[in-house]
């Protein structure tokens, strides 16, 4: 994880179900201030389905999330297309962030300054910009 998290820099902490958007509004990049822009939930499940070859004792709730994972993906493309970030930090349990990395586009992973392999949907703004400082 970087220390110094860049200004405006997206930070999307994510797990299965849900992706929270986060804009660094501190002023320099070695004071992090975070604020909530959108979250991100799964859309159209079983019409979309998962990326990819699924193993086939694979539960509909694993399915579910990796299906999350390709829509994650496919966003956060979307977003550097229309040029929402120039830098981003992606923050997610390790399943979620495993599902996710292979399926960024090239664009997206050019722009990433760092990753953290944790779940955080739960927290705080806050509470996740003193993880991130650390």
């Known amino acids: 994880m970087p220390h110094n998290l860049p200004h405006n820099a997206l930070v999307v902490v994510a797990d299965g179900a849900q992706a929270i958007l986060l804009r660094n509004t501190g002023k320099d990049s070695s004071a992090i201030a975070l604020r909530e822009e959108s979250r991100l939930t799964p859309k159209n499940l079983a019409e979309d389905g998962p990326a990819g070859a699924r193993p086939e004792d694979q539960t509909p709730r694993q399915t579910d999330e990796a ?3 390709k829509q994650l ?3 956060l ?5 229309r040029q929402a970030y120039e830098a981003l930090v992606l923050v997610a349990d390790p399943q979620t962030l495993g599902q996710v990395r292979p399926l960024l586009h090239k664009t997206v992973e050019a722009a990433m300054v760092g990753t953290l392999a944790k ?5 705080t703004a806050e509470e996740i910009a003193a993880i991130l400082a650390k």
């Open 73 to 75: 993906a496919q966003a």
């Open 119 to 123: 779940d955080l949907t739960n927290h």
């Open 77 to 81: 493309f979307q977003m550097k297309e």
């Open 67 to 69: 299906t999350f994972g």
